[in-house]
Nanobody, 121 residues
Framework: QVHLVESGGGLVQPGGSLRLSCTAS????????MGWYRQAPGKQRELVAV???????NYADSVKGRFGISRDSSKKTAFLQMDDLKPEDTATYYC???????????????WGQGTQVTVSS
């Protein structure tokens, strides 16, 4: 069984910073893609940032230049460094990993339970 656990959310003032972490555990061969998504009240879940093969990255236009996604050397922990936070960034942030298990030849997506980020003065 694969589990993803996020941490690092909280309440920050506009212009502040937060660093989210997501750690995957379980019977994992590789995680070629990890990503961060967010969902604000009354809105659809949206992509924030993804990191894939060769550590290539993609970002939503709304966060480009402010957020950075990265992974540690294990490739099982992803980070989302969020700088210059704005009230519009307030949402529940979810980590997703595209996982290749040791005992399965197919890739499956796994989600964390989410961590709340609130940006308010």
């Amino acid at each position: 069984q694969v589990h993803l656990v996020e941490s690092g959310g909280g309440l920050v003032q506009p212009g502040g910073s937060l660093r989210l972490s997501c750690t995957a555990s379980g019977s994992i061969f590789s995680i070629p893609i990890m990503g961060w998504y967010r969902q604000a009240p009354g809105k659809q879940r949206e992509l924030v940032a993804v990191i894939g093969s060769g550590d290539s990255t993609n970002y939503a236009d709304s966060v480009k230049g402010r957020f950075g996604i990265s992974r540690d050397s294990s490739k099982k922990t992803a980070f989302l460094q969020m700088d210059d936070l704005k009230p519009e960034d307030t949402a529940t942030y979810y980590c997703k990993g595209r996982v290749k298990p040791y005992d399965d030849g197919v890739y499956s997506d796994y989600w964390g339970q989410g961590t709340q980020v609130t940006v308010s003065s």
